[in-house]
């Protein structure tokens, strides 16, 4: 079956770490570019970061310093590491294949939740 499975969501405190992974099956992962995609309550959906399939990597303003996106072809998984976050990090978190380099989206995982709070 074709699909992405999200993991490692959860609740932490300002200034705090989570890395979640996404787990892929049913293609050849290490052939597509994958991003990180987040959707705020009431907003509409964020970009995050992209990492290519040869390694090339690009982060949205507002997390770069911060996050860090990255690929284990053998494992067919898909990471973000998040470090200093922010209550504004507060979102439902997607991993996403996408059909070509700078393409659009093809295969969405369900999301995992992040929410950043004292």
């Known amino acids: 079956e074709v699909q992405l499975v999200e993991s490692g969501g959860g609740l932490v405190q300002p200034g705090g770490s989570l890395r979640l992974s996404c787990a892929a099956s049913?293609?050849?992962?290490?052939?597509?570019?994958m991003s990180w995609v987040r959707q705020a309550p009431g907003k509409g959906r964020e970009w995050v970061s992209t990492?290519?399939?040869?390694?090339?990597?690009s982060y949205a303003d507002s997390v770069k310093g911060r996050f860090t996106i990255s690929r284990d072809n053998a494992k067919n998984t898909l990471y973000l590491q998040m470090d200093s976050l922010k209550p504004e990090d507060t979102a439902v978190y997607r991993c996403?294949?996408?059909?070509?380099?700078?393409?659009?989206?093809?295969?969405w995982g369900q999301g995992t939740q992040v929410t950043v709070s004292s």
């Open positions: 990492i290519h399939s040869a390694g090339g990597r």
């Open positions: 996403a294949k996408l059909a070509v380099p700078g393409g659009t989206v093809d295969l």
């Open positions: 049913g293609f050849t992962f290490s052939s597509y570019a």
